[in-house]
């Protein structure tokens, strides 16, 4: 599936340790933090949004910055079903430095298909960067997918750039869009109609982030979460659409290492 997620770009695996969840740990990078902000070991997304209004801190800019990154993992890329980030994951934002190396594509997606297969055997919501799966939606089945002007549909990537504002192809001065016939795409849509290689024919479809994605997709491999969950991605599943041949997938080998390096691929 093409995220524009870089997947193993970056050799270092997001951090994740519990004892950041303990109060004195905590109040070493949130000095606002109480145990009333604490709960089973996360901290609500609205106490992260105080230390960007709080004036104090302006001054402060490494503080902002920390609970900027933290508001932004659990208000996007690791959302919950509770609006709260888990304290543990405090440890990948202690050092900035560090956190610009880390593989934060791999984590993000993996917590995304984690949520998806949990709220598909448990009946649970789906958390985690849900925003992709608009983007799949949009640029795999084509439903209600906004029309943009011919000469940027196939040379923008990541392909959400194509429809930026001044992209849109208007008709009489106003942009226009597929919505009115998207219930019926959407009732109707079979697994036959399904673009499955939407990059097939851009411009973009043979640099190196579109053909590491067209790599993984075909691959049988574990997605690691930061916080040691873990869920094995079988490629070979999907291979009646991208490659027209009917598998029957076998199960993960026992062997397969958890974090997936870019010389493995």
Request: proline share 5%.
């Amino acid at each position: 599936m093409l995220t524009s997620l870089s997947i193993g770009q970056y050799p270092t695996q997001v951090p994740y340790d519990d004892t950041w969840s303990i109060l004195s740990n905590a109040r070493q990078l949130l000095r606002y933090i109480d145990s009333n902000h604490i709960k089973s070991g996360n901290v609500g997304i609205s106490h992260l949004r105080t230390y960007l209004t709080i004036a104090d801190d302006r001054e402060n800019d490494i503080t902002i910055a920390r609970a900027f990154i933290l508001f932004k993992m659990g208000h996007l890329w690791f959302q919950t079903a509770n609006d709260t980030v888990p304290l543990g994951y405090l440890v990948a934002i202690a050092d900035l430095d560090s956190a610009a190396q880390y593989d934060w594509g791999t984590a993000i997606f993996a917590s995304l298909y984690h949520s998806l297969d949990t709220a598909v055997t448990t009946g649970g919501a789906i958390t985690g960067f849900v925003q992709l799966l608009m983007y799949w939606f949009y640029e795999y089945c084509g439903v209600s997918h906004p029309i943009v002007k011919e000469e940027v549909k196939f040379s923008a990537y990541p392909c959400l750039k194509a429809w930026e504002r001044g992209n849109k192809r208007k008709t009489n001065d106003q942009a226009t869009n597929l919505f009115i016939p998207g219930r019926y795409h959407i009732e109707h849509r079979m697994i036959e109609t399904i673009t499955w290689e939407p990059w097939l024919e851009s411009e973009v479809s043979e640099i190196e982030d579109v053909l590491t994605a067209k790599l993984l997709s075909r691959k049988r491999m574990p997605l690691q979460v930061p916080n040691e969950n873990c869920k094995y991605y079988l490629g070979d599943k999907c291979w009646r659409q991208l490659e027209g041949e009917a598998r029957i997938p076998l199960d993960p080998p026992l062997s397969m290492s958890p974090h997936i390096s870019p010389a493995a691929l």
